[in-house]
């Protein structure tokens, strides 16, 4: 079952900056003391890639991903120097995730960790992904897991530290976005115990991504399979209960955690 977690996109996309053209019009000064001044962060250098951005973000708005990672991948190509270019591979991430492109979503997400190594998001999304499609028979399973830790661990250490927001987030939602954000990254090291059938060590960072942000559904429900996993079938039934009383859960999340719920009452009345 692949979890699909969208609020960080949500907070993403709604604080995009409109891609406008900032130069004055020809023959037209700049602003004098008492007018507007041009809003700091990226901007785009000619009218050009102010178009070409345009066909980014209405791609995206419209849930076009193929059409948006084509437009970015025009812009990436066309305008080498664009201020956009972290910003655009995050999209590209995104993108590529919504439309269920594993292999493009790592190869967008090193992309964007080679031209920011302070990319939070991309590390964490990567972290994630690696972590949810990784099986227990794969053989190349251990190398993905150290992958996993790697790019969660960094993106922790990076979250302690950051104080600002990335490039063309809204200030004001970087608080929630970085409780989601430390959480996601706890959840994916949870997902790696978990694989190495480490239970009580899933446990605990399953309990830890839940306390970073409680209103993750898919840390709670796993922490519930956890629990199961661990013969914890009191702790399995009443965490699979908090998911199942969440409003806000998505219905996979909630089926999920009564399969688990359904799984520990059998095992508990078989003891």
Request: charged share 20%; hydrophobic share 40%; glycine share 4%.
């Amino acid at each position: 079952m692949k979890f699909l977690n969208s609020k960080l996109a949500v907070i993403l996309f709604s604080a995009l900056p409109l891609f406008a053209q900032t130069q004055p019009p020809s023959g037209q000064t700049q602003p004098q003391s008492g007018q507007a001044q041009p809003q700091s962060g990226p901007r785009p250098k000619s009218q050009k890639e102010s178009e070409a951005l345009q066909k980014v973000l209405q791609a995206q708005q419209s849930g076009n991903w193929d059409a948006e990672i084509q437009a970015i991948n025009y812009v990436l190509e066309n305008f080498a120097d664009t201020e956009y270019k972290t910003l655009l591979l995050n999209m590209a991430v995104d993108a590529a995730q919504n439309k269920g492109d594993y292999p493009q979503t790592i190869a967008f997400g090193e992309q964007a960790v080679q031209a920011d190594p302070n990319n939070i998001t991309a590390r964490v999304t990567m972290a994630e992904d690696i972590a949810q499609h990784t099986r227990e028979n794969d053989l190349d399973k251990e190398t993905s897991l150290k992958k996993v830790e790697d790019y969660a661990n960094k993106a922790l250490d990076l979250l302690k530290n950051a104080s600002s927001p990335p490039a063309g987030m809204n200030p004001a939602a970087w608080p929630d976005t970085k409780k989601l954000l430390t959480s996601q990254c706890y959840d994916a090291l949870g997902q790696v115990a978990s694989l190495r059938k480490n239970y009580a060590a899933a446990i605990t960072q399953f309990k830890t991504a839940v306390d970073a942000d409680p209103s993750n559904s898919v840390a709670l429900a796993r922490l519930a399979k956890a629990y199961v996993d661990n013969k914890q079938y009191d702790e399995g039934i009443a965490t699979a209960d908090k998911v199942l009383a969440l409003p806000d859960a998505p219905q996979a999340v909630k089926n999920f955690a009564q399969q688990q719920k359904d799984i520990a009452t059998k095992a508990k009345a078989a003891k």
